[in-house]
């Protein structure tokens, strides 16, 4: 089964449906800007208020559920796993209540200050292992949310950008941010080249990846009988083979492509059309100002 193409993370997905592939790509560039950004330094609340939004946006996106949903969840499972792994792994902080007198000194009194362990687990036992016993404490559960919020953040925010936007327009798109650097004689047009053929050969690199999973599946290879040492070894050649074989397709890709005359051109023919239409003029600028009124909303109550 082709489970990479089943779950199409920074591909675009070809359909007319949705609002979200008619809004102007440099908003878009704008709105995933505001979501990798403001989260640093951000209290917990503004990071759930943000993973919020992403779902809400998500839902009402208009795009079909067959090409998020499956992401979606393999996103959400790996966002609780390593939260998870963060808030009950020790953080190694010391107790807030410091004696300011010997011990000797403080025989008898009870000290009395607010209760830090928000959770307490354990000790577990799961046959002969055990497990514990996992204490969450203040300082813990807020580096979990921030794990959990942070890698939900940054991974949805940029799959959206990609599922809706060719990658002609993020090419156009970028060159716009960049046009500055032609002042002083920068490659603008190169450098947009390159990416839009990096942006092309991602889905042959998720295919030769499946490829060489398949392959290791096929011959029934067990990590367990080999020992360390020769899976480490397997590991590493695969790696290799991995990146020989994206360097070939590379390689081919650059010679078909000057077998056929091929040449760069200019980023401005990249233009999307629907920037033309007036009709999509009021759906870029109740953008632009809900993006405003979001970044002042940070600065506001983003330390909570």
């Known amino acids: 089964m082709d489970w990479l193409r089943q779950v199409p993370i920074g591909q675009y997905a070809a359909g007319s449906s949705g609002w979200l592939r008619l809004l102007d790509p440099r908003l878009k560039f704008a709105w995933v800007l505001m979501f990798l950004l403001t989260p640093v330094l951000a209290g917990p609340s503004w990071r759930v208020s943000l993973v919020i939004a992403l779902f809400v946006l998500t839902f009402i996106s208009s795009i079909p559920r067959r090409v998020w949903s499956r992401s979606l969840s393999l996103l959400i499972l790996l966002a609780l796993i390593f939260g998870g792994l963060s808030m009950f792994l020790p953080t190694g902080d010391q107790s807030p209540l410091l004696n300011a007198r010997y011990p000797e000194e403080l025989d008898g009194l009870k000290l009395i200050g607010p209760s830090w362990e928000l959770l307490n687990i354990g000790p577990l036992r799961v046959g002969a292992i055990v497990i514990g016993p996992l204490i969450v404490v203040r300082r813990s559960a807020e580096l979990g949310v921030n794990t959990a919020t942070l890698i939900f953040t940054v991974v949805h925010s940029v799959n959206l950008m990609l599922l809706t936007t060719p ?45 060489l999973l398949r392959s290791l599946a096929i011959r029934a290879v067990n990590l367990k009988e080999l020992g360390f040492k020769a899976s480490v070894g397997l590991l590493l050649s695969v790696g290799e083979r991995l990146i020989a074989n994206i360097l070939l397709r590379a390689e081919q890709g650059a010679d078909a492509l000057l077998v056929r005359g091929g040449y760069w051109l200019s980023p401005e023919q990249f233009r999307p059309e629907q920037l033309l239409r007036k009709s999509y003029r009021w759906l870029n600028i109740s953008s632009g100002i809900l993006l405003f009124l979001v970044l002042f909303l940070r600065r506001k109550y983003g330390a909570f």
């Open 167 to 211: 990658p002609e327009e993020l090419v156009w798109a970028l060159s716009w941010f960049m046009s500055p650097l032609a002042y002083i004689r920068a490659p603008v047009d190169r450098i947009s080249f390159q990416l839009l053929l990096a942006l092309r050969f991602l889905p042959l690199v998720q295919e030769e990846l499946q490829n």
